[in-house]
Nanobody, 123 residues
């Protein structure tokens, strides 16, 4: 059984930084695809960053240059380092995984999801 558990998010001021982690069980991070998504109130869920089994990363345009995705295969933990946060980054953040090799930032390519963690950025 695949389980993904995000760390507690938080509230930060604009310009601040936050690190999210996702502890994964029942699935090895080097098996396939894993990534971060977010959903703000009234908006569709969007892909933020993803990393495949080869370490190839994908980022949403809004995240490029500010967010970093990484994984610790030994600990089976996925991370999202978020810098220069903006109020528009406020959302519920989810980690997600799938056994497929490729899939990028489309949520349709992910079958396993965490419960989400709230990130709030104040101006």
């Amino acid at each position: 059984q695949v389980q993904l558990v995000e760390s507690v998010g938080g509230s930060v001021q604009a310009g601040g930084s936050l690190i999210l982690s996702c502890a994964v069980s029942g699935y090895k991070l080097d098996w396939g695809l894993i990534g971060w998504f977010r959903q703000a109130p009234g908006k569709e869920r969007e892909g933020v960053a993803a990393i495949d089994r080869y370490g190839t990363t994908s980022f949403a345009d809004s995240a490029k240059g500010r967010f970093t995705i990484s994984k610790d295969n030994a600990k089976n933990i996925l991370y999202l380092q978020m810098n220069s946060l903006k109020p528009e980054d406020t959302a519920m953040y989810y980690c997600a995984a799938d056994f497929r090799v490729y899939g990028g930032l489309s949520s349709y390519n992910y079958n396993y999801w965490g419960q989400g963690t709230q990130v709030t950025v104040s101006s």
